[in-house]
């Protein structure tokens, strides 16, 4: 699969622009794939990267290492303090959630995972625990068999769901799918708070919190997916989730953990932690130490800077003037997002909401 008819070489970067290999200056309004968090070539990371390769590049799992301890910290620090919370390394997002997705199994003792319809988390198979299991979107689900006990709800997109507007509706069929399509022994729920590949679905107010007292009920817990909404990108702040009322029991992050340095995380409260402390588990590079010196220098630009600040008010302009061209374009069927994360659906009719997948947007966009 290729991106583009003529491919897109790139060969430098600098804050949120890039250079391709004729010198033209690009504006990089994807952010790689939102791994690139605080801008391509930041001093302070690259400094702090730099400065960690110069002293140590690995140091395997069966040490201990300041850095990662260091971090894992720092990203407790963040979390709601009412409760204890643990932090493990992996090397990738898809490796975060097959992670969660075994914690939450482990520790409740349960089987069935409920996940939304066109949710993203990763497409591994085989070697790690499934994170294409939990994938609703049909282009990364490959034509093999997949992890068992895994259910699908459907998601409340407020533009193309299948209920329309609002929030209890999309409760209620999460109702329906633990009733019907479940034993009523929960292990988890995992929830993007923004559906990135998804299309840049927003939850709406009350959805998961609703959602997490629902699967809290049938003995689950619930699992949080910012590896695309982390970091500030909604706006509001560091984690999406703080503007949802809710406390997840696992929190899984990547992409820009690491500000294009591979890097994921689980953040579990420590109960759910716990018992998996009696075997042995670890990923090579997870805690890699140069990945980390990049993911503290990270969440330090993000306190030091008003980049939280800066999304909400750049986002917010961005997606006032995306709503003004829907007065002149009527492919333009709708506009939604919250702060860095916007979309704009394509329509050949504005009723029907049929799509349409011109490839020439894409193709000028280059």
């Known amino acids: 699969m290729v991106s583009y008819e003529k ?11 890039l250079w391709d290999e004729d010198g033209n200056r690009l504006t990089d309004l994807l952010g790689m ?77 349960n089987q069935d ?14 070697a790690t625990y499934g994170a294409q299991a939990v994938t609703g979107v049909q282009g990364f689900r490959h034509n ?12 409340p997109n407020q533009y193309r769901g299948a209920f329309g507007l609002g929030t209890q509706s999309y409760l209620d069929d999460l109702d329906r799918t633990i009733a019907c399509t479940t034993s009523g022994h929960l292990a988890g729920m995992v929830i993007e708070p923004v559906q990135g590949y998804g299309g840049i679905v927003e939850m709406p107010a009350g959805y998961i919190s609703g ?20 970091f500030g990108k909604t706006g509001k702040a560091l984690w ?36 998996m402390g009696s075997k042995l588990l670890f990923h090579t590079d997870g805690a890699n130490p140069v990945a980390c010196a990049a993911g503290r220098a990270v969440v330090q ?4 800077d008003p980049m939280i600040e800066n999304a909400r008010v750049f986002g917010a302009e961005l997606h006032r003037r995306l709503r003004e061209m829907m007065d002149h374009y009527d492919i333009i ?5 919250t702060g860095f994360m916007q979309a704009i659906e394509l329509v050949k009719d504005r009723k029907s909401k049929e799509p349409a997948p011109e490839a020439f947007v894409f193709e000028r966009m280059r």
């Open 7 to 17: 491919p897109l070489i790139l060969k430098r970067g600098e804050m949120q622009y």
């Open 33 to 109: 794939n939102l791994c690139i968090s605080v801008g391509h070539a930041h001093l302070r990371v690259d400094a702090a990267v730099q400065a960690q390769v110069a002293e140590l590049t690995h140091c395997t799992t069966m040490f201990h290492h300041p850095v990662p301890t260091h971090f894992a910290e720092e990203l407790c620090a963040t979390m709601p303090n009412a409760h204890d919370w643990v932090v493990h390394f992996t090397n990738s997002g898809a490796e975060a959630i097959d992670l969660a997705l075994m914690m939450a199994r482990s520790v409740t003792g």
């Open 113 to 126: 995972i409920v996940a939304l319809r066109n949710s993203y988390y990763g497409a591994t198979y085989g």
């Open 144 to 155: 093999i068999s997949q992890m068992a006990n895994i259910t699908f709800a459907a998601e």
């Open 211 to 230: 959602a997490a007292d629902r699967v809290r009920a049938y003995g689950g817990l619930l699992i949080l997916d910012e590896v695309q909404s982390g």
């Open 240 to 275: 999406a989730f703080d503007a949802h009322d809710v406390v997840p029991n696992i929190l899984v992050l990547a992409k820009g953990i690491g500000n294009g340095i591979p890097l994921g995380a689980v953040v579990a409260r420590l109960v759910v932690a716990e018992p």
């Open 301 to 304: 630009v993000i306190a030091d």
């Open 333 to 337: 069927g709708d506009v939604h997002g």
